[in-house]
């Protein structure tokens, strides 16, 4: 599995949601549950640091007085 952080924040949600999907069922054993909640914990941290990333960025791409400032997101994401 590729590591959490290097996931696109789209594909470590449906990795989560589907972690999340299999520990509610209830069918999993003991030990192979408490993996899957520390990989879960991973991909949680991972995606709030996604958002906060971006929320980061918004902020700099907006003046105080709500006028657009052009940023490349894509160039600073891959910073």
Do not use: Y
């Not at 996931?7 to 972690?19: D, G, S």
């Not at 657009?68 to 160039?75: I, P, S, T």
């Amino acid at each position: 599995m590729a590591e959490t952080k290097d996931l696109p924040f789209e594909e470590a949600m449906r990795q989560l949601e589907w972690l999340v999907e299999k520990l509610e069922e209830g069918n999993v054993p003991l030990e192979q549950a408490i993996d899957m909640f520390k990989e879960g914990m991973d991909l949680s941290q991972s995606c709030h640091e996604k958002l906060l990333k971006v929320e980061k960025q918004l902020d700099q791409i907006m003046h105080e007085d709500g006028e657009l400032v052009e940023a490349n997101l894509e160039e600073e994401a891959n910073e």
